[in-house]
């Protein structure tokens, strides 16, 4: 070890982990010691630089909470979320898009046709549509497990000091016998990533705005089934071609119409809708 030099180190580090021969730990760990290493001498970092990159990481871990996680917020805006879920989109499935930094995992449970936005001002939308597989089975007992901002463009997890219950705008779906999904929402607005963090920092130093298209989040789930995390979009909206956290794909792209006072929709509803769209999953099997 005395002898070590920079370019005799990386192999060095490599063989002091005693991972098991062709284990995709193996080959993580060191595919990603090799990158870490070499982006080092490419760049010729300096000490005052290496240490400005761990504060940063300090940074993002100390603004981070359970309602707010800061990684996954970098992960976004450098397009490392966006590349995993490119990647791991199975064929015919719907593609994935970002899972976002206020995902919680224990929404409530909501009857078809529910409204997730009661007593919010805005423009009130119908969401439905069908989960299939891919080939074009209807799937029930799918969970549509859904979140969103509101039409200020805020989730109201960012503002529980104000009131707002952080369950609002969220809800659990289960598909019926022909799997299909119906509620009732606000139309969300764009809004701005967290921008008071060293997330925003960065994205003030890279000269980049914040912005990100209005949209629904969505995870759906079905036994037998792989998961898929995504988003829609709506078309004609601001952003659509340059999200922040490039989570827009042409096929997560939705319509709005409009629904006439009094039109029938064909599906019980709590509340009557302003606009509608349709908008289909399909979930590849394991």
């Given amino acids: 070890m005395r002898n070590l030099n920079q370019f005799t ?5 490599k063989d002091s982990f005693k991972t098991e021969e062709g284990t995709r730990l193996k080959f993580l760990l060191e595919t990603f ?3 870490l290493h070499d982006y080092t001498r490419a ?3 300096t000490h005052e630089e290496w240490m400005g990159v761990l504060n940063f990481l300090y940074d993002c871990g100390k603004i981070s909470t359970p309602e707010r996680h800061e990684f996954i917020l970098l992960s976004d805006v450098l397009g490392f979320s966006a590349l995993v879920d490119m990647i791991n989109t199975r064929g015919g499935a719907t593609e994935g898009s970002n899972l976002g930094p206020f995902y919680l995992d224990n929404a409530p449970e909501k009857d078809m046709g529910a409204d997730l936005a009661p007593g919010r001002d805005g423009v009130i939308i119908l969401a439905k549509g069908v989960v299939r597989d891919i080939l074009g089975k209807p799937l029930a007992g799918a969970i549509i497990d859904t979140w969103q901002a509101d039409a200020t463009g805020t989730y109201p997890i960012q503002e529980q000091e104000r ?3 952080k369950y609002d705008l969220r809800g659990k779906f289960t598909t019926n ?3 299909e999904y119906y509620y009732t929402t606000v139309l969300p607005k764009p809004y701005t990533v967290p921008y008071d963090g060293p997330v925003g920092d960065l994205l003030r130093a890279g000269n980049r705005h914040a912005w990100r298209a209005a949209h629904l989040h969505f995870i759906i789930r079905a036994q037998g089934y792989k998961d898929i995390t995504t988003e829609v979009f709506f078309e004609n909206t601001e952003y659509i071609d340059n999200d922040a956290v490039f989570g827009v794909r042409k096929s997560l792209i939705a319509s709005l119409k409009p629904v ?3 039109q029938d929709i064909g599906v019980p ?3 009557q809708p302003d606009a509608m769209f349709e908008f289909d999953f399909v979930l590849a099997p394991e």
């Fill in 9 to 13: 180190l990386t192999d060095a580090v």
């Fill in 33 to 35: 010691i090799d990158h």
């Fill in 43 to 45: 760049t010729n970092l």
């Fill in 163 to 165: 009131g707002q219950d």
């Fill in 177 to 179: 016998e022909r799997g």
């Fill in 260 to 262: 006439k006072k009094g």
């Fill in 269 to 271: 509803l709590e509340r």
